[in-house]
T-cell receptor, first 115, second 111 residues
Framework: LAKTTQPISMDSYEGQEVNITCSHN???????ITWYQQFPSQGPRFIIQ???TKVTNEVASLFIPADRKSSTLSLPRVSLSDTAVYYC????????????????FGAGTILRVKS | NAGVTQTPKFQVLKTGQSMTLQCAQD?????MYWYRQDPGMGLRLIYY???????DKGEVPNGYNVSRLNKREFSLRLESAAPSQTSVYFC??????????FGSGTRLTVV
C-alpha cells in the first residue's frame, strides 16, 4: 500500500501559480495518482488523475516524473476560492477496489490563498 | 442532480444509542464506501462494498456495521454509539471512470 507524504500547509497570494508536491516512494506499477480538493464542511472533490508524464485539465496540471516516486499538482493563477485541503492519493483506480489496493487519504495539504 | 445523497446531515446521539446513516447514489456505480473524518485529519475508510451483495472492512471498522441494500444504497449502522465515534461521516461511490464521488457528509456528535 503506497504511502504518500505532502507538506502540511502552504500559503500563496491571488494570481500566483501554486505547486504542491507529493512523495510516494513505494508506488506500484499499476497504481494511479489522484488529487482531491476539500472545502470546509464538504466532501472531497476529484481534481485530476494521472499515471505518468503530464496531465492537464481545466482546473489543474499534474506532473509525474519518469520514476513516478513523486508528483506535483500545479494550480495556475489561484484565487481566494482555491483555499482548501488538497489530498494526494495513490492506488489502483480501475475496477472494484480490493482490500490491498484501497485508496488511503493522508492528512493533506492546507492551501491558504491570501489577497 | 446526479450524485451521492446522505441523510441526515446532522445528528446528536447519547452514548449507547443506535442509529443508521443512509447513503444513496444515482450514478449506477458499483462500488460504495464509508469514511470518517476527524478534525485536522484525513479520511479513514470504515467499510466498503466493491459491488452489490459484498461488503468488507476498511481501516477502522470496529463499532460499525454496514448493509448494501441494493446497487444504489449503502447504509452505516452504529449499534451502540460512543463519544469516540463523534466525527463527520462521508459516503462515496465509484464507477469505472475517474475518481470517487462524495456526499456532503453527516456530522455526528455523541454525548
Amino acid at each position: 500500500l503506497a504511502k504518500t507524504t505532502q507538506p502540511i500547509s502552504m500559503d500563496s497570494y491571488e494570481g500566483q501559480e501554486v505547486n504542491i508536491t507529493c512523495s510516494h516512494n513505494n508506488i506500484a506499477t499499476n497504481d494511479y495518482i489522484t488529487w482531491y480538493q476539500q472545502f470546509p464542511s464538504q466532501g472531497p472533490r476529484f481534481i485530476i488523475q494521472g499515471y505518468k508524464t503530464k496531465v492537464t485539465n481545466e482546473v489543474a496540471s499534474l506532473f509525474i516524473p519518469a520514476d513516478r516516486k513523486s508528483s506535483t499538482l500545479s494550480l495556475p493563477r489561484v484565487s481566494l476560492s482555491d483555499t482548501a485541503v488538497y489530498y494526494c492519493l495513490v492506488g489502483l483506480l480501475q475496477g472494484p477496489m480490493e482490500y490491498g489496493n484501497k485508496l488511503v487519504f493522508g492528512a493533506g495539504t492546507i492551501l491558504r490563498v491570501k489577497s | 442532480n446526479a450524485g451521492v445523497t446522505q441523510t441526515p446531515k446532522f445528528q446528536v446521539l447519547k452514548t449507547g444509542q443506535s442509529m443508521t446513516l443512509q447513503c444513496a447514489q444515482d450514478m449506477n456505480h458499483n462500488s460504495m464506501y464509508w469514511y470518517r473524518q476527524d478534525p485536522g485529519m484525513g479520511l479513514r475508510l470504515i467499510y466498503y462494498s466493491a459491488s452489490e451483495g459484498t461488503t468488507d472492512k476498511g481501516e477502522v471498522p470496529n463499532g460499525y456495521n454496514v448493509s448494501r441494500l441494493n446497487k444504489r444504497e449503502f447504509s452505516l449502522r452504529l449499534e451502540s454509539a460512543a463519544p469516540s465515534q463523534t466525527s463527520v461521516y462521508f459516503c462515496a461511490s465509484k464507477g469505472q471512470g475517474y475518481g470517487y464521488t462524495f456526499g456532503s457528509g453527516t456530522r455526528l456528535t455523541v454525548v
